[in-house]
């Protein structure tokens, strides 16, 4: 009791030192993170090429949005809406592949009437793509589907006489695409597959044996047990691919012959890239495409989060309280 | 146990990561040894400066050359070879980095490199943006400041020279090559097909436009569809664009001289199959001259060399190769000349003394040159040195058919190369976005000409806001 009563009186505050410990992370945060943030904004009110410089109010916004009378604006406008229009095809095109197989797969491996042997196996094989990096993907992609007849798949498919000629499996505008939502879905689906597992291995399968002695079928079971329950997770899921997606970037810059990117696969990332990196600094365009891209992101992933939760749910929480 | 293991690792990392940052500075012990071609004081008995050389001031020497280049650029490293070993420089004075691993790639990065803290002495810089950067005062230096003058420079081709200033007239960058070029071509498919038995008999076939074209029909002809004469557009091109009589930008504005003519012939080439049409600086152009689907293409003098990353050698397969030995050189419909690097002076150099030995030795000394010409099959910027080259006979190109001596039929062009006004700063990526644009009309991308010469001059107008495209 005695002791109690003196403690305070006595107490040090070591907060100081946590404060110090912590410091590191957050003067690089800081760095890192909130002052390229800042001076991307800043960036984005400047100008292009020799007037980088100079702010120019929105005038990088305008261009990129609405064009305008120069031709510079129109193209910009022109590039920019391609770009965005490319990201969403081959987001969308990835993302359902991806979570229709991912969904599939993490019920069959968490059915624990199926139960199928080897998951950590499994596990291991589907996650393997996402360990290999995207240049070596790319790569060996590359090599597989050379637009000449010097690629594996087109001198198979003319030795087999299926071909006359080589086709261009990279330059040609659906078959790019479509190679470049495999890939990503082929390199991502493991990582989803073993998000979706986690969740539904934290359902408590007396539910399931409870709807299973009142003869449930597996569909039903599904949709009304699994799904429900998933529910949180599966936002996530779906957010944390929108991010990503709308940033794609390794997969389509790195899939071309010769030097340059196809633009059929330039999606906004790469425009921004691409701006950015020229010797005349395009930072203008490249800064205001990328908080055109932030805001975006986040109209979406706001939308996404409201239709999905439980518009219920915080009144509950409140009424407990 | 795992505790134990876990902070040895994490403090292994730690020093491994420590370790990194001072490797990473360009100074290191070996600049201390000083074999007489350092200058500074400072640094012959230093021993304390791992520190120092984290941040070098300019204008304070480390004692170590820094080169920097992109990274398929072997000249410099053969350079390096060539320059160590005859001047007893100790390798470890001459450091090469890389910024990029193609042209492109060094033209967009050197800049960030040279605005950052690493150290440069040294840069290379390519014909087609060597303007955007030697314009550029906070990134180059005029090569006065290391003491080398236009009269030092030994019988230079006289359009390097020009080049090599800026727009005040001040020598900022000096080429250690020329850059002619030529037809390369595989001899014994033309003999197979053509009954052509020797590079000037080559020639008299592919001496003028009109004549390439009936000699790319027969051929298609004669090897019933498998081969045709030319591998690339980006090939045709650049032998195509010498005679523009304009720069691209002139006043600020885009000049299309007679570049829209080139997707009619381009068009033509791609639908006769006179081109293969593979890409340029792809696994599929080399294969393409390898198994006979294009017989030849057009490479400049650099490509020639026995690096065994450049053209020629990735072309033959190098020794032992499917076309080593059979491959050979005529000078095509017309000369030309096609890219070239120059060396210029980092704003912030500091090594000067061995900059200036070490940009000397290729430019302003006559065995340097021939023994840089002779060890690399490169063609060096000096005309009395490759001209007794070609008068010895001293030069035979084992890559070619008989040994032939590609100097012996590029001599006379590079005597012609003439590129007054004719470059820009613009140039690199101009080119870029043509080449895009004509290889987007042959693979149908652009339904129409114009349509490909509308998209071509929205990607310069999205690219230079300052210029005036119309």
Request: net charge negative.
């Amino acid at each position: 009791m005695q002791k109690s009563q003196k403690k305070p009186a006595k107490m040090v505050s070591y907060a100081k030192y946590g404060y110090m410990f912590i410091a590191p992370f957050f003067i690089a945060y800081a760095f890192f993170m909130i002052y390229p943030l800042i001076n991307t904004f800043i960036l984005s009110f400047k100008g292009n090429g020799a007037t980088v410089d100079e702010w120019v109010g929105f005038q990088n916004y305008q261009w990129l949005l609405f064009g305008g009378e120069q031709r510079a604006a129109n193209s910009i406008q022109n590039e920019f809406w391609t770009s965005m229009g490319n990201t969403v095809i081959l987001w969308v095109g990835n993302f359902v592949i991806q979570l229709v197989l991912s969904l599939l797969l993490a019920v069959w491996f968490s059915d624990v009437r199926i139960k199928i042997k080897g998951t950590g196996f499994f596990k291991v094989v589907m996650y393997l793509p996402n360990i290999i990096t995207a240049a070596s993907v790319a790569g060996m992609f590359l090599m597989l589907f050379g637009n000449s007849k010097f690629g594996a798949i087109n001198s198979l498919l003319l030795n087999w006489g299926w071909l006359q000629d080589a086709f261009p499996f990279i330059n040609n505008e659906w078959s790019g695409r479509i190679l470049v939502m495999f890939i990503q879905s082929w390199m991502w689906f493991g990582n989803t597959t073993l998000l979706l597992m986690s969740g539904i291995f934290g359902i408590d399968p007396a539910i399931y044996e409870a709807a299973s002695i009142d003869g449930s079928s597996g569909m039903h079971m599904f949709f009304r047990i699994t799904m429900p329950i998933l529910k949180p997770i599966f936002i996530y899921v779906v957010i944390t691919s929108l991010i990503g997606g709308l940033q794609m970037f390794d997969i389509p810059y790195l899939l071309h012959e010769g030097t340059t990117i196809r633009p059929t696969l330039e999606t906004g990332a790469v425009f921004i890239y691409k701006y950015f990196h020229q010797v005349s600094p395009n930072y203008g365009y490249s800064a205001a495409a990328s908080i055109v891209l932030f805001i975006l992101t986040a109209v979406l992933g706001i939308i996404i989060y409201r239709f999905n939760t439980d518009s219920t749910a915080p009144k509950k929480r409140k009424a407990a309280k | 146990m795992k505790k134990k293991l876990l902070a040895l690792l994490l403090a292994s990392a730690m020093v491994l990561s420590v370790a990194g940052c001072s490797d990473e500075t360009p100074t290191d012990n070996g600049g201390n040894e000083g074999d007489g071609t350092t200058s500074a004081p400072a640094n012959s008995d230093g021993s304390e400066d791992t520190t120092e050389g984290a941040a070098t001031p300019s204008g304070e020497d480390d004692g170590v050359l820094t080169i920097v280049t992109w990274g398929s650029n072997s000249d410099v490293v053969n350079m390096k070879k060539i320059f160590c070993e005859n001047t007893g420089v100790a390798e470890d004075k001459v450091q090469i980095v890389t910024q990029g691993d193609n042209g492109e790639g060094g033209r967009d990065q050197i800049v960030q490199y040279l605005k950052g803290d690493g150290d440069a002495d040294i840069i290379t810089l390519e014909a087609d943006w060597i303007l955007s950067y030697i314009n550029d005062d906070t990134l180059t230096a005029p090569l006065s400041d290391i003491g080398i003058s236009e009269g030092d420079l030994k019988n230079p081709y006289s359009y390097t020279v020009a080049i090599g200033k800026d727009e005040s007239g001040t020598l900022k960058g000096v080429s250690f090559q020329a850059a002619p070029g030529g037809f390369l071509y595989r001899s014994d498919l033309a003999e197979q097909y053509l009954g052509v038995k020797s590079p000037e008999e080559m020639q008299e076939k592919v001496k003028d436009w009109a004549t390439f074209q009936a000699t790319a029909k027969e051929l298609y002809d004669a090897s019933n569809g498998a081969t045709s004469l030319q591998a690339t557009e980006g090939g045709l091109w650049q032998v195509y664009q010498y005679n523009r009589t304009q720069a691209w930008v002139v006043d600020g504005a885009l000049v299309m001289d007679n570049a829209a003519d080139f997707y009619d012939i381009a068009k033509t080439f791609n639908d006769e199959k006179y081109l293969a049409n593979v890409p340029q600086w792809d696994p599929a152009w080399y294969a393409a001259i390898q198994d006979g689907t294009a017989l030849g293409d057009f490479v400049p003098t650099w490509g020639l060399t026995a690096a065994a990353d450049s053209i020629l050698s990735n072309m033959t397969g190098g020794e032992g190769g499917k076309a080593y030995g059979k491959m050979a050189m005529c000078q095509g419909p017309n000369g030309y000349c096609w890219g070239g690097t120059w060396l210029g002076i980092a704003a912030k150099h500091n090594t000067d003394d061995l900059a200036a030995q070490f940009i000397k030795y290729f430019t302003c000394d006559d065995d340097g040159m021939r023994a840089y010409t002779l060890g690399t099959n490169d063609f060096c910027n000096n005309s009395t040195v490759m001209k007794a080259i070609v008068d010895e006979k001293v030069n035979s190109n084992p890559q070619l058919t008989d040994g032939q001596d590609q100097f012996q039929i590029l001599m006379d062009q590079a005597d012609a190369i003439n590129m007054d006004g004719k470059i820009t700063k613009y140039d690199s990526v101009i080119k870029g976005h043509f080449n895009d644009s004509v290889n987007g009309y042959l693979d149908g991308t652009y339904a129409t000409k114009d349509d490909a010469i509308n998209a071509f001059k929205d990607a310069v107008a999205a690219s230079f806001p300052d210029l005036v495209v119309e």
